[in-house]
């Protein structure tokens, strides 16, 4: 049986619940609060996965009761809208400051307020699954100090389904990605492991960095469960507005797996993703987005995975266009060298070509691929 959302209002508007229960009921659970009081009580019983706040009540701040609720011990479990009739640039800040996870000016139409609703159901449903694959890791750190080896292979294990379980949430949105993730992976891996060979980034490309990579990589696209299905698989080309957003979810992926490894601590993986995620879509002369950072001010890791991303994109069928051939993406991305792609990479990407043609037309030999030991990497020769 398949569980409703639970859904929060605090409002001492009986009109404004009202209709607030009439958009919302039909989706989720939903209960009703009139004061700070019996919002606290509601979230002990109701446990609600999103609050939809006031901001304006008789004699509550809204904005302190939505900084009291995100601060105190409830705040990583519950996400919150705050509403109000002021939309002013100084209010949204003000939300911002108060840690609200979206702000909707009334009066609003009921589908912006039901997609706002379902991203932050879809943000609460990530953020579970890091809290899921915390608990998981301290459990097994617990258990693996027995043995350095068990401990190594199990928490391996649990990082690698941490990762997959947060990058299928947005990579499952869109029917037609197959085993993209998969392969921005091996694409990824194989480009660095080229790099480590010899050259300018020979240095940076040690044990860990492979490794960092091969977890993080497939994190990339994460902050796309902000993005709106009327933009994420619309099959026409995006207006200014509908860029706009579609960028915002850089922004949202690093945000969220930043949360991830404060969770965890520094010094994992998910350093490497945030940055992955953050600024895989800048571009190597500075015409990206969203920092407009270029040259190697980009971190390498983000360098390495915009370029597996765009081959991928080019040479896998997408709702907007057709799979290229492998030679004729190639052909695109050496003309994008120095402008979109650092020109090391891109030559590291010529030198293991074959490696790239062979998983476009053999994508069986994907289900095999595992991470090769910094060691022999290393030492691998050109494909």
């Given at each position: 049986?398949?569980?409703?959302?639970?859904?929060?209002i605090?409002?001492?508007?009986?009109?404004?619940?009202?209709?607030?229960?009439?958009?919302?009921?039909?989706?989720?659970?939903v209960?009703a609060?009139?004061?700070?009081?019996e919002?606290?009580?509601?979230?002990?019983?109701?446990?609600?996965?999103?609050?939809?706040?006031?901001?304006?009540?008789?004699?509550?701040?809204?904005?302190?009761?939505?900084?009291?609720?995100?601060?105190?011990?409830?705040?990583?479990?519950v996400?919150?809208i705050?509403?109000?009739?002021?939309?002013?640039?100084?209010?949204?800040?003000?939300?911002?400051?108060?840690?609200?996870?979206d702000?909707?000016?009334?009066?609003?139409?009921?589908?912006?307020?039901?997609s706002?609703?379902?991203?932050?159901?879809r943000?609460?449903?990530a953020?579970?699954?890091?809290?899921?694959?915390?608990?998981q890791?301290?459990?097994?750190?617990?258990?693996?100090?027995?043995t350095?080896?068990?401990?190594?292979?199990?928490?391996?294990?649990?990082?690698?389904?941490?990762?997959?379980?947060?990058?299928?949430?947005?990579?499952?949105?869109?029917?037609?990605?197959?085993?993209?993730?998969?392969?921005?992976?091996?694409?990824?891996?194989?480009?660095?492991?080229?790099?480590?060979?010899?050259?300018?980034?020979?240095e940076?490309?040690?044990?860990?960095f492979?490794?960092?990579?091969?977890?993080?990589?497939?994190?990339?696209?994460?902050g796309?469960?902000?993005?709106p299905?009327?933009?994420?698989?619309?099959?026409?080309?995006?207006?200014?507005?509908?860029f706009s957003?579609?960028?915002?979810?850089v922004?949202v992926?690093?945000?969220?797996?930043?949360?991830?490894?404060?969770?965890?601590?520094?010094?994992?993986?998910?350093d490497?993703?945030a940055?992955?995620?953050r600024?895989?879509?800048?571009?190597?002369d500075?015409?990206?987005y969203?920092a407009?950072?270029s040259?190697?001010?980009?971190?390498?890791?983000?360098?390495?995975?915009?370029?597996?991303?765009?081959?991928?994109?080019?040479?896998s069928?997408?709702?907007?266009?057709?799979?290229?051939?492998?030679?004729?993406?190639?052909?695109?991305?050496?003309?994008?060298?120095?402008?979109?792609?650092?020109?090391?990479?891109?030559?590291?990407?010529?030198?293991?070509?074959e490696?790239?043609?062979?998983?476009?037309?053999?994508?069986?030999?994907?289900?095999?691929?595992?991470p090769?030991?910094c060691?022999?990497?290393?030492?691998v020769s050109?494909?």
């Amino acid at each position: 049986m398949t569980h409703r959302g639970r859904v929060l209002i605090v409002d001492d508007n009986q009109a404004s619940v009202d209709l607030l229960r009439q958009h919302l009921g039909k989706e989720y659970e939903v209960e009703a609060a009139a004061s700070a009081d019996e919002c606290r009580a509601k979230m002990a019983a109701f446990k609600p996965q999103l609050l939809v706040l006031s901001a304006m009540m008789h004699g509550v701040d809204g904005y302190d009761l939505c900084r009291q609720i995100k601060c105190g011990a409830a705040g990583d479990t519950v996400q919150l809208i705050l509403v109000s009739e002021r939309e002013a640039t100084g209010d949204r800040v003000r939300a911002c400051q108060a840690r609200a996870d979206d702000y909707l000016v009334t009066p609003f139409e009921r589908d912006d307020l039901m997609s706002r609703v379902r991203v932050q159901f879809r943000l609460w449903d990530a953020q579970r699954q890091v809290m899921i694959a915390r608990d998981q890791l301290e459990i097994c750190a617990r258990e693996l100090e027995e043995t350095v080896s068990q401990r190594t292979r199990q928490l391996t294990a649990t990082q690698d389904m941490a990762v997959f379980a947060l990058a299928r949430v947005a990579d499952s949105r869109d029917p037609e990605t197959g085993e993209h993730l998969h392969r921005i992976r091996y694409y990824a891996q194989t480009i660095a492991e080229e790099l480590g060979n010899g050259g300018l980034y020979a240095e940076q490309i040690d044990k860990q960095f492979l490794q960092d990579l091969y977890r993080s990589s497939p994190l990339h696209d994460i902050g796309k469960v902000a993005v709106p299905d009327s933009i994420l698989q619309k099959p026409e080309r995006l207006t200014p507005d509908e860029f706009s957003k579609m960028k915002q979810h850089v922004i949202v992926g690093a945000q969220t797996l930043e949360m991830a490894r404060d969770q965890v601590g520094p010094g994992t993986f998910m350093d490497m993703a945030a940055q992955i995620a953050r600024y895989h879509h800048e571009k190597f002369d500075g015409n990206g987005y969203c920092a407009g950072l270029s040259g190697q001010d980009i971190p390498l890791a983000a360098r390495i995975v915009a370029l597996a991303d765009v081959y991928d994109a080019l040479t896998s069928r997408r709702v907007y266009k057709s799979p290229y051939d492998p030679e004729v993406a190639r052909d695109i991305i050496i003309r994008e060298s120095g402008s979109h792609f650092d020109p090391a990479i891109v030559n590291a990407f010529l030198t293991r070509f074959e490696a790239f043609r062979n998983a476009v037309e053999c994508p069986e030999s994907l289900g095999s691929f595992e991470p090769v030991a910094c060691e022999d990497a290393l030492a691998v020769s050109p494909a």
